[in-house]
């Protein structure tokens, strides 16, 4: 039986009148990186501190490691590594002191691990932490996260405002991390050919809700473009259930699907239709597939 990590079931939030989290389910399963992709204002944050237990489930329910983080910090967050969005670090402190005062909190933390990280990521001890840039912080975050080695490591949009360098280094380290045996880390990120380099498994958050949660390996499986030649031309592509997107015109057409070959095979035979191809499509390809077609509900079926 596979161990998870996080469940969630049927959790809501709302701010106000902005449903934030509409009903989302999902588990993240013990060991491997979890890719948790969503545009702007998806709701990834809100999902994030739920997990954390800085937001309490209004309704629905949130367990880590089994736990509720609302009712039991003390056995959730001391298992738990967190990099913010915002990077919040205690502004007045050097870098030494910071990692010294962080590493007070954690009996694992590791004081070779953390000097190796420091020396990785280039951070100088004695700097003070008002005058580091973006990507310094980011840097400096990541390192107090990762040090006490936690069970659970979770990093929102941990590439945000980083440079393609700085970028490698953290995706380094996370794998760095997760070869650890057992260790999970969950991401959001909007940054696909990263989450697409990198994860296990992904969940495309849209609109509060989930869209797709589903090992990476099968999502790119899965999903396909089919370049078509339509027996006459068409305005609109024969809607059949199995499409999630379609562009063209006149009688070619490119269409994205996650059905089966024997479906697509099938459904072309009805159409009188030719394949000129089936390829395969990236992550971002997906993604866009899986978001337009839920945004012009009905038109493609899904
Ligand atoms: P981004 O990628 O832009 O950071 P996100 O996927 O992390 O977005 P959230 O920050 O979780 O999205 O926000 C989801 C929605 O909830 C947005 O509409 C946001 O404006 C709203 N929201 C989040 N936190 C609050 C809050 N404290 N008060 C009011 N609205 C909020």
Known sequence: MTENILEIQSLRRQFGETTALD???????????FGLIGGNGAGK?????????????QSGSVRVFGLDPVADPVGTLG???????????????RIHQIISYTSAFYPNWDPVYAERLRSDFDLDPMANIHSLSRG??????????????PDFLILDEPSSG???????????AIIRTIADEGRTVLFSSHLLDEVERVADHIAILHQGRIQLSSPMEKVLLDHKRVQYRLPAEVDRFPANGIWLLAEGFGRDWSVVTAASTEAIHEVT?????????IEPLSLEDIFVARITAKSSAGETGS
């Open 23 to 33: 009903g989302v389910s999902l588990t993240v399963p013990k060991g491997g990186v």
């Open 45 to 57: 944050t809100t999902l994030i501190k739920h997990t954390l237990g800085l937001l309490k489930a």
């Open 79 to 93: 298992r738990i590594g967190y990099l913010s969005e915002n990077r919040e670090l205690s502004d007045w402190m």
């Open 136 to 149: 310094q912080r980011a840097r400096t975050g990541l390192l107090l996260a990762l040090a006490h080695r």
């Open 162 to 172: 980083l440079d393609p360098v700085v970028r490698r280094d953290i995706l380094g």
């Open 269 to 277: 035979k009805a159409m009188g239709a030719l394949i000129q191809s």
